[in-house]
């Protein structure tokens, strides 16, 4: 079965410091997302990215973060200037053959960001 | 603003038993509600998923069903296993948007 790929699985990194966390969304799907979820809360949106431009964002997702598709394959997270608060789990998902949401979504495995 | 809710909290049954988790949600005009497992430290697995128009759906052990006008789905887990045991987590995306909004979950422990 097709599966969205994160990496690195885990990363920490020193507060202040630029991390990009990566990910390989399922080949032919056209819609990619950012959600995390900080420890012991839900889940949160953060972007939505579709055509090679973010369709929607959430107030989380402020300048500290970017996105890009730099090739046909891989679609990052950029997260400047770390703080203490980024710390979380960050999940990639993909979703939409032909429609958004119609199919649902599929989500990677997670990268665990630790700020020290 | 969408909200969902997902009661209870925890839940621990002895291996064998069905049960039933709950999803609410506030607003009702939706597109469609995905089910998730979650196991500890890890991702998202999708379980089942349920369009605006349909009142229920089936995997295996699981049924889903949702009742739009009444803001509410429920997971039915049926002869429950310990491998069964997991966070459980409902995610609705509203019309308009292609954005999940996800409730709290559902801690589930299956006893041996």
């Known amino acids: 079965e097709p599966e969205v790929t994160q990496t690195p699985s885990h990363q920490v990194t020193q507060m202040g410091q630029e991390v990009i966390l990566r990910c390989v969304p399922i080949?032919?799907?056209?819609?990619f997302y950012w959600y995390r979820q900080i420890l012991g809360q839900k889940v949160e949106f953060l972007v939505s990215?579709?055509?090679?431009?973010?369709?929607?964002k959430s107030e989380i997702f402020d300048d500290q973060f970017s996105v890009e598709r730099p090739d046909g394959s891989n679609f990052t997270l950029k997260i400047r200037s770390t703080k203490l608060e980024d710390s979380a789990m960050y999940f990639c998902?993909?979703?939409?053959?032909?429609?958004?949401?119609?199919?649902?979504?599929?989500f990677g495995s997670g990268t665990r960001l630790t700020v020290v | 603003k969408q909200e969902v809710t997902q009661i209870p909290a925890a839940l621990s049954v002895p291996e064998g038993e069905n049960l039933v988790l709950n999803c609410s949600f506030t607003?009702?005009?939706?597109?469609?509600l995905q089910w998730f497992r979650q196991d500890p430290g890890k991702g998202l697995t999708s379980l089942l998923l349920?369009?605006?128009?349909?009142r229920e759906q089936t995997s295996g052990r699981l049924n889903a069903s949702l009742d739009k006008s009444s803001g509410r789905s429920t997971l039915y887990i049926a002869a429950s296993q310990p491998g069964d045991s997991a966070t459980y987590l409902c995610?609705?995306?509203?019309?308009?948007?292609?954005?999940?909004?996800f409730g709290t979950g559902t801690r589930l422990k299956v006893l041996a």
């Open positions: 990215f579709y055509n090679n431009e973010i369709s929607e």
């Open positions: 998902a993909s979703s939409g053959t032909n429609s958004a949401g119609g199919e649902g979504y599929t």
């Open positions: 607003d009702s005009a939706i597109y469609n």
């Open positions: 080949s032919n799907h056209l819609y």
């Open positions: 349920i369009q605006s128009s349909q």
């Open positions: 995610a609705v995306m509203g019309s308009g948007t292609y954005k999940y909004i």
